[in-house]
């Protein structure tokens, strides 16, 4: 069976790519035992300070949709709207055959 993935990035306004990348961080914490999550990574762009990239893997896209349910999860996101520079980019969906790390 195939995994669902994400990959995007978030671009904050200037000067809030670490406020960003701390707001994701927390995320990650919550999301990381909700069911069917794998993996779900957070990365700075090492050529732009305010960007911030998210890796995910799931179960199913399900699985990925029930976590914006978890507890805190939309507190969070409530804190990252304000700055991000504009609406986030839509990410690349996955689907993830396999590899290092993947059950």
């Not at 909700?34 to 911030?52: H, T, W």
Request: aromatic share 4%.
């Amino acid at each position: 069976m195939y995994k669902y993935g994400l990959h995007g990035k978030l671009k904050a306004t200037e000067g809030n790519g670490d406020k960003l990348a701390a707001i994701l961080l927390e995320a990650s914490k919550l999301v990381s035992t909700a069911k069917g999550c794998n993996l779900y990574i957070i990365s700075k762009d090492k050529n732009d300070k305010d960007s911030v990239w998210v890796t995910e893997a799931w179960d199913s896209k399900e699985d990925h949709d029930n976590s914006l349910r978890v507890e805190g999860v939309r507190e969070l996101i409530s804190q990252a709207m304000p700055i991000l520079n504009g609406q986030p980019e839509k990410g690349q969906e996955l689907v993830i055959l396999g590899g290092a790390g993947i059950n």
